[in-house]
Antibody, heavy 119, light 107 residues
Framework: EVQLLESGGGLVQPGGSLRLSCVCS????????MSWVRQAPGKGLEWVSG????????HYADSVKGRFTISRDNSKNTLYLQMNSLRAEDTAIYYC????????????WGQGTLVTVSS | DIQMTQSPSTLSASVGDRVTITCRAS??????LAWYQQKPGKAPKFLIY???NLGSGVPSRFSGSGSGTEFTLTISSLQPDDFATYYC?????????FGGGTKVEIK
């Protein structure tokens, strides 16, 4: 069974940092592209960052470019999101998602981890 | 970035109804479109890829169509489990973008 388990969320002050992790199992992690998608309270889905299918480049939404860094450790089957200079508008549930079919849609999702940026 | 616009934002329907949700892209995305279902407090669930291909285990009452800039998700006979919010997503190019969502509620 495919499982994606996020952790690392919590309450952080504006300007602070957090690192999210997503531990994956049930599939060959190193062969799949992965992304982070977020959802602010009561709002829609927003793609944040992801790897291309070759795993050799990363992409970011303009809203987080220069502040967030995506990375992965294939030996640990883990995806990361380092979030710096956090703002109130970064408050959201952050989901990691598996990009299916060698493409860029998301066929498996984690349960999400809540990040709250507030003083 | 490619903008995705869904309509309607809310839809009231009854069990057994045929339901259609529209998604429009700000530029052509060929058929690089996916659909998702999300229930309150839950992660999104993948439904359809490449505009019209059902994901594994997705009931056949769901179907998708369209190409270029206009797409539809149809539920042929709405079931109690289908009351949820639906999102389209383009994957023609980064930045990947979602529509604003369509909430299907009980009439």
């Amino acid at each position: 069974e495919v499982q994606l388990l996020e952790s690392g969320g919590g309450l952080v002050q504006p300007g602070g940092s957090l690192r999210l992790s997503c531990v994956c199992s049930g599939f060959t992690f190193g062969t799949f592209a992965m992304s982070w998608v977020r959802q602010a309270p009561g709002k829609g889905l927003e793609w944040v960052s992801g790897f291309n299918n070759r795993g050799d480049s990363t992409h970011y939404a303009d809203s987080v470019k220069g502040r967030f860094t995506i990375s992965r450790d294939n030996s640990k089957n883990t995806l990361y999101l380092q979030m710096n200079s956090l703002r109130a508008e970064d408050t959201a549930i952050y989901y990691c998602a598996n990009q299916g079919g060698g493409s860029y849609y998301f066929d498996k999702w984690g349960q999400g981890t809540l990040v709250t940026v507030s003083s | 970035d490619i903008q995705m616009t869904q309509s309607p934002s809310t839809l009231s329907a009854s069990v057994g109804d045929r339901v259609t949700i529209t998604c429009r892209a700000s530029q052509s995305i060929n058929t690089w479109l996916a659909w998702y279902q999300q229930k309150p407090g839950k992660a999104p669930k993948f439904l359809i890829y490449r505009a019209s291909n059902l994901g594994s285990g997705v009931p056949s009452r769901f179907s998708g169509s369209g190409s270029g800039t206009e797409f539809t998700l149809t539920i042929s006979s709405l079931q109690p489990d289908d009351f949820a919010t639906y999102y389209c997503q383009q994957y023609q190019s980064f930045a990947l973008t979602f529509g604003g969502g369509t909430k299907v509620e009980i009439k």
